[in-house]
């Protein structure tokens, strides 16, 4: 019974760490005046790579199977995206890296967290 119960655990352990896989990378490029363009973006999810628009406020994708809404808040570090049949997916903001492309360019990147009480 016990190794039973062990093998079931651990099958849990590897599908929660599969299922938290999803990523976007946003370029942002600012100029002198500090108008900053994020639509530069990759969208990583289901083991797949896709070009998104990634300017605060929420798209629509038509090319993402099973994806039909990303919102990204810029202001809260934060975003999500909904999955037909699935529960909310959470992405926060956990890196930036300062690039030197033109006059001004970071990329940032977040990744899938668990929904926190307050998520958009």
């Not at 590897?14 to 490029?29: H, I």
């Not at 990759?42 to 199977?65: E, M, Q």
């Not at 909904?82 to 033109?102: Q, R, W, Y």
């Not at 001004?104 to 990147?109: D, G, K, L, M, Y």
């Amino acid at each position: 019974m016990r190794f039973h119960l062990a093998a079931v655990l651990a099958t849990l352990v590897v599908t929660c760490a599969a299922a938290n896989d999803a990523k976007l990378v946003a370029n942002e490029y600012c100029s002198f005046i500090f108008f900053c363009n994020r639509k530069s973006a990759k969208f990583h999810y289901d083991g797949k790579t896709y070009d998104l628009n990634a300017s605060n406020g929420c798209s629509y994708p038509r090319h993402i199977p099973g994806v039909y809404e990303i919102c990204v808040d810029w202001l809260a570090d934060r975003g999500h995206f909904k999955v037909h049949g699935e529960p909310l997916h959470c992405i926060d903001h956990s890196k930036t890296d300062i690039k030197g492309c033109g006059d001004f360019c970071n990329v940032h990147t977040f990744d899938e967290q668990p929904c926190r009480r307050g998520n958009s």
